[in-house]
């Protein structure tokens, strides 16, 4: 069972793309962002990153696709960092893969291989979360595939923060939990077999469904997903630009008497995870899958909480979930309390 999975596709709006080299083992590498556009109010940011050669020598089939993407994908804000030569370079724009207008950017779309994982990071005593979606390959749309924007994607794991409605300032509600989400990985190497966690705040927003349907969801989510229960949830990542009134106080007026208080037009950028649809999992479901074994989830869990607490102990610390630990039991004979 996939529990981590999404499909997206969109016009590419921007691309970053920094080469550097390992200092320690002497092996260039890749990092490339490509923001596409999905919607006028949505944009998405694939994260890639490959080494030029994998552990057996042989040219990384990941790294010679991001160099095509570097020489070839065309998009509205272009960039290339090149810190082999000089570690202190700078971002330049790329003419040759600069264009002017959106039919002329390259259409790219990942069918598979796409998942969501969280950044953390301290700021001011506090932890911070951006999510972020990541991806092996994309492809390029040729000129006869259909050029439609989508983003679509599904999690599968454990409810850990039972629903809860709240309410905004303007009275609209929406609903918020946190889903556990286990990732098998098989032993290779002298890697034992584990499984990594990542815990993902939900949330419900009544823009993502059809006029009276909203009300019966929140319903449906508070009354049927319990703490410590397995289900599925189709997900959209949403970063939208939301347009504000900043109130600014003018305290260098001397015309008149009393504050002059005036409203400025600002930005500010939503970030959320929202929910679309879900349902929960039978047992017989998830039981046989390893992502849920009982001792491989629950050293996870702890690993997961203690790289928290380290980082509350370090404020200069991130914590982004990439591998696993903990060691298997052949037949604990136990089995997860949902």
């Known amino acids: 069972m996939v529990t981590n999975q999404l499909r997206v596709a969109g016009h590419l709006i921007s691309k970053n793309v920094r080469m550097g080299v390992n200092q320690e083992k002497k092996k260039n590498w890749i990092m490339c962002d490509l923001t596409l556009r999905i919607s006028e109010t949505q944009t998405i ?6 080494n030029e050669f994998t552990s057996t020598g042989t040219k990384s089939k990941s790294y010679t696709a991001l160099e095509t993407i570097r020489d070839t994908y065309k998009s509205l804000d272009s960039t290339i960092t090149n810190k082999r030569v000089n570690p202190d370079a700078q971002a330049e724009k790329d003419e040759a893969t600069t264009v002017a207008t959106l039919e002329e950017t390259t259409f790219v779309y990942a069918n598979r291989g796409v998942t969501i994982g969280m950044n953390r990071y ?6 911070q979360e951006n999510f972020r979606l990541s991806v ?6 040729k000129e006869t595939d259909p050029k439609e924007p989508f983003l679509e994607g599904t999690l599968i794991g454990v409810v850990t923060k039972k629903p809860f409605r ?17 990732t098998y990985q098989s032993a290779w190497g002298d890697r034992d077999e584990s499984v990594v966690v990542d815990k993902f705040e939900l949330v419900m927003r009544a823009e993502n469904f059809e006029e009276g349907e909203f009300e019966g969801a929140m319903d449906f989510v508070e009354d049927e997903f319990d703490e410590n229960m397995v289900i599925s949830v189709s997900i959209e990542p949403t970063v939208k ?3 504000s009134q900043e109130p ?17 037009p600002s930005t500010r950028t939503v970030r959320e995870i929202r929910v679309l649809g879900g349902y929960a999992l039978e047992e ?3 039981a046989e899958d390893k992502a849920f074994d009982f001792d491989l989830y629950s050293k996870a ?10 980082m509350k102990a370090d404020q200069g610390q991130t914590f982004q979930v990439q591998k696993g630990f903990g060691n298997a039991k052949k037949d604990s004979g136990t089995k997860l309390p949902f």
């Open 122 to 127: 301290m700021r001011d005593g506090e932890i």
């Open 248 to 264: 600014v106080e003018d305290t260098g007026s001397k015309r008149g008497f009393g504050r002059k208080v005036e409203f400025k």
């Open 136 to 141: 092996n390959f994309v492809n390029s749309a």
């Open 45 to 50: 940011t694939l994260s890639m990153f490959s």
């Open 166 to 182: 709240f309410e905004e300032p303007n009275g609209e509600e929406y609903v918020k939990f946190e889903l556990t989400v286990p």
């Open 301 to 310: 869990v702890e690993e997961f909480e203690r790289k928290l607490e380290e």
């Open 241 to 243: 630009v939301v347009a």
């Open 284 to 286: 017989d479901e998830y």
